[in-house]
Structures are given as C-alpha cells and as structure tokens.
C-alpha cells in the first residue's frame, strides 16, 4: 500500500521515493523467496561444505538483490502510467 500523499505542495511521489520503494518490496520479497528455495534446497541436498547458515544466507542475499535490483523500474513503470479505462481494452 502506498504512503499517503504529502499534506503540503504537490501530492505524490517522486521518482526516487518510488524507485525505493521498489527496491525495498522487491528485496523482501526476494529475501522471502530466497528462504523458502534455500530451506527446501538444504533439505533435499545437505548444506554442503558451507554450512547451514552460510549456504541459506546465500540463497536469500542471492534472490533479493536478483528482486531488489529487478523490481523498482517495474514499480516506476507501473505507477507513471497513465490511468486507462479498462473496459475500453475489451
């Protein structure tokens, strides 16, 4: 859910406040992701030579940057876009 709009000037947000909350959703998400792949991979293969924490800390840092770096252009994108009417698509 988006922040409110600011009480003074303009309301909205900027570019950067968008890029970073991109950035920040898509690194939770990510890191999120990354737990539940890295447990289930631990599991079924053994942590490996790494080591339990080492090997799950991996995976989680390795998808959030994938999703932190991924989604805030997509978020950019996504509220910049001009409202459409979307029964006029169909």
Not at 9 to 22: N, P, R, V
Not at 46 to 57: I, K
Not at 68 to 81: D, H, N
């Amino acid at each position: 859910m988006p922040p409110p709009p600011r009480a003074g000037g303009a309301g909205g947000m900027t570019t950067f406040d968008k890029l970073k909350m991109g950035a920040m959703m898509g690194s939770s998400v990510g890191l999120i992701i990354g737990f539940i792949f890295g447990s289930v991979n631990i599991i079924r293969f053994g942590a490996g030579p790494n080591g339990l924490m080492r090997t799950l800390g991996q995976y989680m840092l390795g998808s959030g940057a994938t999703f932190g770096f991924v989604l805030p252009p997509q978020t950019y994108t996504e509220v910049a876009a001009p409202n459409t009417d979307q029964r006029a698509l169909y």
